[in-house]
């Protein structure tokens, strides 16, 4: 009997479970003693929690209509003969970090494992999944990102050959990167914005536009304190040191502000330093915008300006020009129904169908002769002519300049020995290659800056001449340039790039460890330096009378010892964010309180105390505005 009871316990689970894998949407988790080159997953039980959650985010934010999305790209792949079978759109529960599209994974099941090494998924956290749907960056808008990698990979060409990218900074919204790494994560990212755009729940869409307006000034206060810790001097780096906390977040707000805004068609700017990493490092956090657009190779490497054209082509109104109805046939599962395309499809999905045989039929996902908002760009108007207004003022209106169809010469230099922090939340170089790649008709002036023997008025001349006469059509070409110095010259001939030495190198972990301990420890070198200010000028003042020999090294153990836990609530009060000063101030009068409480009597310590506390708290609140 009980062998009857499960027999019968082992067909309803196993029957269960492949229900659950014919859904449009299936959610999975990894087996974590599985093995094997591809991840061995198995389905997660509609009973658990993080199903129904997930479920609930569906029916109630925007995913649902992304992942009909990515069905009508599945349809159109079907129909036109380019693959055989549809698949679920899978999401992984795993404990990676971020966001990730992915390819190629094993089933655990009752029968056997099942090899899905040609299906892709969408890998987030319980965590992303769990959090509250109207914050910018929740799972309502991450997973339409990722879901955009997604159908992008499916839909671009297959004759695409896998290539190795030439920037070695990784890629981020305000950053110049490669061309096909900028559309690929500029059309996931501006999915970010679609989501917002098109959320059809009023409460999610209000509550993500409060949280940006609530975030954004303190977002901003920290940028401007940014660039303060490399302009002013005896600053303890307190922005320097927190970016891991604050930059993500700034990253976000770029992607939703910057972007429907046209911010980030404006080049970055950088102030005049004596280091040029620390120059670089405030150009690629792109916290300072310069009145002068971006040039078109300049555009085409900006993921930013990828996810700004298609945000601001939903805007304009692209998806609301339909195509006639036979044009929409291949993205249905049945294909010979007559339909209605209005009926049919809402603006959305109208205006991403139309993407999708366009990606399909023009952009490849490594290769391009130019750029691949180029292919897209010429592409659309060759398959919809009658739309090629839209795109046309759109690109105009964005970049500052009419669309062409001629392209700059790629000319891309390698600077070797050059101590290149690689994350543009790292400004401390706790993670760093020893190589710099950029290309010269893309490059700004402190790019140019990082070759050996470049001095800066050799550098303005060369973006200047650029910038008058035209970009550059081969690197002897900028040889033979009379402003630039020798020393100038000698370093562009030795930095030609040199595929096979990248190739070689070998892959850069980007583990957080350093990005936690290396910040850390300069907080505590410049807290140091700048206690050994302090109670110098202390001593001078004050101590150098009343303090002698092990007086005065106790005095200075003691105090350095409340230096440090001063140190640290200044940076737990950044951290917690808000108005760091303010949520300074009152352990400021706490600290005094018990101060004068122990001091009262004692008139010579208490003046002492007061003294180097005042200084002390000076120097906190000099570095946290």
């Known amino acids: 009997m009980i062998k009857v009871i499960s027999a019968s316990l082992l067909v309803f689970v196993s029957a269960s479970l492949l229900a659950q894998s014919e859904k449009s949407f299936v959610l999975i988790q990894p087996v974590y003693d599985g093995k094997g080159e591809m991840p061995l997953m198995e389905l997660v039980p509609d009973t658990a929690n993080i199903y129904k959650v997930s479920q609930k985010a569906l029916e109630e934010s925007f995913i649902g209509q992304a992942i009909q999305l990515y069905h009508f790209a599945q349809n159109y792949l079907i129909n036109t003969g380019q693959v055989s079978a549809r698949e679920p759109a899978y999401l992984a529960i795993t404990k990676n970090q971020g966001g990730f599209a992915k390819k190629g994974f094993q089933i655990k099941t009752l029968e056997g494992t099942i090899n899905k090494s040609n299906a892709y998924y969408v890998d987030l956290t319980a965590n992303s999944i769990t959090s509250k749907l109207d914050r910018v960056m929740s799972v309502s808008q991450l997973y339409p990102h990722e879901l955009g990698h997604v159908i992008f990979r499916l839909l671009s060409s297959t004759d695409s050959i896998e290539q190795q990218a030439k920037s070695v900074t990784v890629h981020y919204f305000s950053l110049m990167t490669d061309n096909s790494v900028a559309f690929n994560e500029g059309f996931a990212e501006h999915m970010e914005n679609i989501s917002r755009i098109y959320e059809r729940n009023e409460t999610i869409r209000k509550g993500i536009e409060n949280d940006v307006a609530v975030r954004e000034p303190n977002l901003l206060r920290a940028s401007e304190s940014f660039v303060r810790d490399f302009n002013w001097p005896l600053r303890l780096d307190y922005y320097k040191c927190t970016m891991l906390v604050w930059y993500q977040q700034y990253e976000d707000f770029k992607r939703y502000k910057h972007s429907l805004e046209g911010t980030v068609t404006f080049q970055n700017g950088y102030p005049a330093l004596s280091s040029v990493q620390d120059m670089m490092s405030v150009r690629n956090a792109g916290v300072i915008h310069l009145d002068n657009k971006r040039n078109k190779a300049q555009l085409m490497c900006s993921e930013g300006f990828v996810s700004a054209f298609f945000s601001r082509l939903a805007v304009n109104g692209l998806g609301k020009y339909y195509r006639n109805a036979k044009f929409y046939s291949n993205f249905l599962i049945d294909t ?114 990082s070759v050996p023997g470049m001095d800066g008025q050799s550098a303005a001349e060369l973006i200047r001449y650029r910038d008058e006469i035209g970009p550059f059509q081969s690197l002897n070409q900028v040889l033979e340039l009379s402003h630039v110095t020798e020393e100038a010259k000698k370093g562009l ?49 004050l101590l150098r009378k009343t303090s002698k020999g092990l007086n005065a090294l106790l005095t200075f153990i003691k105090y350095y010892f409340i230096w440090i836990l001063l140190l640290v609530a200044g940076l737990a009060a950044l951290v917690v964010q808000g108005n760091p000063i303010l949520l300074f101030l009152p352990i400021m009068v706490v600290y005094y309180i018990f101060g004068y409480l122990i001091l009262r009597k004692k008139y010579r310590s208490l003046k002492h105390f007061i003294l180097i506390s005042f200084l002390m708290h000076l120097v906190i609140i000099y570095s946290l505005i």
Do not use: C
């Open 336 to 449: 010979i129904g007559v339909i209605d395309p209005v009926q049919k499809f809402n603006e959305v999905e109208n205006l991403f169908v139309k993407y999708f045989h366009v990606l399909n039929k023009h952009v490849r996902l490594e290769q391009s002769d130019r750029a691949q908002l180029m292919d897209f760009i010429e592409g659309y108007m060759e398959e919809f002519p009658d739309e090629s207004e839209i795109i046309l003022s759109t690109y105009q209106e964005l970049s500052g300049e009419a669309y062409s169809p001629d392209y700059p010469v790629e000319i891309w230099l390698m600077v070797k020995n050059y101590n290149h922090r690689v994350l543009a939340l790292d400004a401390l170089g706790a993670i760093t290659l020893p190589v710099y790649t950029f290309n010269l008709n893309a490059a700004q002036g402190v790019d140019l800056l």
């Open 493 to 541: 001939r030795n930095s030609e790039f040199d595929e096979a030495y990248l190739e070689g190198m070998d892959e850069k972990s980007l583990s957080i460890g350093p990005l936690l301990s290396v910040p850390l420890f300069h907080l505590l070198k410049t807290g140091t330096f700048a206690y050994l200010i302090i109670f110098s000028a202390t001593f001078l003042l």
